[in-house]
C-alpha cells in the first residue's frame, strides 16, 4: 500500500483543511462534553463552509482539527470516513482504535511530505496547516474514557527532513486525575484562561462560551453554530445544542 501512494504522490492536490477550527472537550470520569464550531477552510480554493465538525460512531464521539480530506489523482482520501470506519469496529478498545488511526493516517502525511518537499520551496507557508489532532470519548461501564492525539505539524517534518511522528498523546482518565480540559485548533482564549474555569457553570455553557470567544477572535477562520454533544456514565451521546450536525 505504501508503495503505491509513493508512485501517485506527484499527483496530490492540495486538501480540504480543519484548521480553522476550535474543538473544546471538558473531561470528568463520569462525564464528558465536546463542542466544536462549524467552519471548513479548503486551502485549495480559501472558500468557507460551514459543516458537522462531530461525529458518533458505535456510541464514541469524535472531532478533529488538520486535514479532513485531499485527492490523490482521482482518488478521494476522507479523513472523517476514516474515523468513523475505525471508531465504528467493534474490535479492540478506544485506545487501539486510536493507535489504529494513527497508523492509517501518519503514512498519508508522509506522502504529502514529499510532496510539498519537492514542489513547495517555502515551508513555513505550511504551518498550522497540516497539524493533525483528533479526540474520540466513550462510556465504558459508567467510566467516560477519552483519547487524544495531536502529530507533528508537516511544517516541522519538512524543517527536520524526518518523517511525521505523534507528539502529543493523552488518555483519560490515565493522564487527566478529577477533571481536564483539552482544546484544538484555534484555542488561545481557552489556553489562556484560569485552569479551573470549566468548574463555575454547566459543561455545555462554558464550551459554549469559550468557543464563541474563539470565534469573535477568529472570525474570519471560526464560525457559528457551536456544537455540543454531552456524555454521563450513565447514558449515550446527547446534543445540547446540535448547531450545523443538526442540518
Known sequence: MVAAWCVIFLNLLYPRSAIATTVMAIWTPSSL?????SALWDVDTKNLQIVCKIGIANSVVYSQAGPVSWRVGQQQINIMEIERRIFASSEGTLSEKMSRLEQTLIPMLNVYTDYIRWSVRDYATQRGIYKFQVIAATSTNGEIELEAVQLQDVA?????????????????PRDCRSGAVISLGENEIITGSDPTFWQRQPFNETINQFISREIQAH????SFPVAIIDITGETGPT???KGACDQ
Open 33 to 37: 462534553a465536546i463542542g466544536a464550531d
Open 239 to 241: 446534543w445540547a445544542p
Open 219 to 222: 472570525p474570519s477562520t471560526v
Open 156 to 172: 516541522d517534518v519538512l524543517a527536520n527532513s524526518a518523517d511525521v511522528q505523534e507528539i502529543v498523546r493523552k488518555s483519560c
